[in-house]
């Protein structure tokens, strides 16, 4: 057994494993010779060229092998059931590590038979097509883009961020609260929010329905087409403002402007 000492770290190993010097006498090797000994030369620019049999160790080992827009299909192709759980319990760096793991959590409920309970994290879900993700809390993260492409499959959690179930088209979201934007692009499935929901709710909708059993905020169903939207209290200004189908019902009030160049759309108020 031979110790190396790497950037004040020891490391003990054979030599072949841990042939880290340099052989031209410069001291140490340069981070790219140490990354291609330590590959076996599959070193390519910044990736490393892998295949289906490579076994992924990290999430930062994943984002590696991966173009700089994965697609879901190619994600699923390098990670098997068994890394899972260790990739969801990364910490991710950066936005594309986040879309990342989402899709990752999406994969798992894909794959299980059972729901599949994960830490709060944003793009959870991310175009989910099967199964049951359920996001704990932590009473502290408010996850943005959750659900968000999903066209199958349930997602239950707590407090959501911004951008909840943009862009769904099927399968359902129950969440406690949200944030704004929440089911912006909506063309199928359903939301339902058990207490208060922020501003831009339905925003562009072609189809689906959603429940908020609280408060909402402003311009609840701007531009929306067709679905349906219910809001059991009160909601801001502009409510309905410039759609053109579908149906806003409120049992509450409503701010100033509802219905604002609106044609189409059937819109309901409780209290005016």
């Not at 042939?19 to 490393?48: F, P, Q, V």
């Not at 993260?141 to 199958?152: K, L």
């Not at 943009?166 to 058990?194: E, K, P």
């Not at 801001?236 to 149906?247: F, V």
Request: glycine share 18%; proline share 3%; aromatic share 6%.
């Amino acid at each position: 057994m031979i110790t190396y000492r790497l950037f004040d770290l020891d490391f003990e190993g054979d030599d072949k494993q841990f042939d880290l010097y340099s052989r031209t006498g410069a001291g140490m090797m340069g981070l790219k010779d140490m990354m291609e000994n330590a590959y076996g030369g599959r070193i390519r620019h910044r990736r490393l060229e892998s295949g289906r049999g490579d076994g992924v160790i990290s999430l930062e080992d994943l984002a590696d092998r991966l173009p700089d827009h994965p697609e879901k299909r190619e994600i699923a192709e390098l990670v098997s059931d068994d890394v899972i759980p260790r990739l969801l319990s990364s910490r991710p760096h950066g936005k594309r590590e986040s879309v990342i793991l989402g899709y990752i959590t999406s994969i798992a409920a894909e794959r299980s038979k059972q729901p599949v309970t994960v830490h709060p994290m944003d793009f959870a879900g991310l175009e989910l097509s099967r199964g049951t993700l359920i996001l704990s809390s932590n009473g502290k993260s408010r996850p943005s883009h959750v659900g968000e492409r999903m066209s199958s499959g349930i997602i239950k959690m707590c407090d959501a961020g911004d951008y909840l179930g943009q862009g769904m088209t099927g399968g359902g979201i129950v969440a406690s609260s949200c944030g704004t934007y929440a089911f912006r692009n909506m063309s199928g499935g359903w939301g339902v929010i058990l207490g208060d929901a922020g501003s831009f709710i339905g925003v562009n909708n072609s189809g689906g329905k959603i429940l908020v059993k609280g408060n909402a905020g402003e311009r609840v169903g701007w531009l929306m087409r067709s679905g349906r939207i219910t809001v059991l209290g009160d909601v801001g200004d502009y409510a309905g403002i410039l759609a053109k189908g579908g149906l806003i019902r409120i049992r509450g009030g409503a701010g100033e402007n509802a219905g604002w160049r609106a044609g189409g759309v059937r819109i309901e108020i409780g209290r005016r």
